[in-house]
């Protein structure tokens, strides 16, 4: 079993599409995260939930807006795409707020046409 | 805010060769963590180091932290071409920061 699960691995879309990225871990953790890898590879986060609650909602377009209907789900849906929301995008997990290991998921490569 | 650098951001060696990758945080830490990410691969954790001075080993890679937990660096003894990848520190300050990375080409 996949312990951070996010579906899909690849998105193609044109501009202005709304779409959505699933993920979903089996490991029990309480905090999850949305992070964007750019062309550049840096790691930037994106927003952090801890047991449903959001806790980092860093500098991000609110055409990006994470929902999380129960502590091992964490989805993300983004309006009106943008060509600059090209990326990878990764989910992951941890135990607990920035400590212990994170687990990440095997990514969501969108790339906006 | 806090921020992590790394250095170098690209290191090209031969199989053989050592490698060092330092990573500097603006601010003090908690904890910092490394992950290593394959090509075309998701961040794996490596290990997480806490204490003052710290320095902890895994076979050919030996981490340590700074005495003023700011900095920390990865050193890997006489690499091989399964170490090629992308090696990121991440540090905990009032949240998880990812360094910039550092990618390493291994070449024979």
């Known amino acids: 079993d996949t312990a951070v699960s996010q579906t899909p691995k690849y998105l193609v879309t044109q501009m202005g599409n709304d779409k959505s990225i699933k993920c979903e871990q089996n490991?029990?953790?309480?905090?999850m995260y949305w992070y964007k890898q750019d062309s550049k590879k840096f790691l930037k986060i994106m927003f952090s939930y801890n047991n449903k609650e959001l806790i980092i909602n860093e500098t991000v377009p609110n055409r990006f807006s994470p929902k999380s209907p129960d502590k091992a789900h964490l989805n993300l849906h983004i309006n009106s795409l943008e060509l600059g929301d090209s990326a990878v995008y990764f989910c992951?997990?941890?135990?607990?707020?920035?400590?212990?290991?994170?687990?990440f998921g095997q990514g969501t490569r969108l790339t906006v046409v | 805010g806090q921020q992590v650098m790394q250095i170098p951001q690209y290191q090209h060696v031969q199989e053989g060769e050592d490698f060092t990758t330092y990573c500097n945080s603006s601010?003090?830490?908690?904890?910092i963590q490394w992950y290593k990410q394959r090509p075309g691969g998701h961040p794996v954790f490596l290990i997480q180091l806490v204490k003052s001075g710290e320095v902890k080993k895994q076979k050919r890679l030996t981490f340590q932290f700074g005495e003023a937990k700011k900095n920390s660096s990865l050193h890997i003894t006489a690499t091989q071409t399964t170490d090629v990848g992308t090696y990121f520190c991440?540090?905990?300050?009032?949240?998880?920061?990812f360094g910039t990375g550092t990618r390493l080409q291994v070449t024979l």
């Open positions: 991440a540090g905990t300050a009032s949240k998880l920061t």
């Open positions: 490991l029990g953790h309480d905090t």
């Open positions: 992951a997990s941890s135990q607990a707020k920035g400590l212990g290991e994170a687990f």
């Open positions: 601010t003090t830490l908690s904890n």
